[in-house]
């Protein structure tokens, strides 16, 4: 089992930057694929970076790409977004999520994920 834990959400002027943070716990031999995502009210989760931890091979949404950089301190379990030009369309409920890099299925479909953070609320005006 897995446990996430999500940091570094509040509320910030556009233009701005926060930095959330995902700490892991557990068995994370079965959690080498990490993803963030969002949800607005009344929206479908998004899937906005992700990264597998053995190599630190990224991918981003179109929405964040330049703007968005997810990173990793595996000596701390932690894996990092850091939100840089924010924009009030960035106003959403940020969740980690994890699940074996073996895993098929777009790294951006939720349903392919096992485990969740509870979230962290980011808010952009």
């Known amino acids: 089992h897995v446990q996430l834990v999500e940091s570094g959400g509040g509320s910030v002027q556009a233009g701005g930057s926060l930095r959330l943070s995902c700490a892991a716990s557990g068995d994370t031999s079965v959690s080498d694929c990490v993803a963030w995502f969002r949800q607005a009210p009344g929206e479908e989760r998004e899937g906005v970076a992700q990264?597998?931890?053995?190599?630190?091979?990224?991918n981003y949404a179109d929405s964040v790409k330049g703007r968005f950089t997810i990173s990793q301190d595996n000596n701390k379990n932690t894996v990092y977004l850091l939100m840089k030009d924010l924009e009030p369309g960035d106003t959403a409920m940020y969740y980690c999520a994890a699940r074996p890099a073996r895993n098929m299925g777009w790294v951006f479909n939720p349903s392919t994920y096992n485990y969740w953070g509870q979230g962290t609320q980011v808010t952009v005006s």
């Open positions: 990264i597998y931890t053995d190599g630190g091979v990224t």
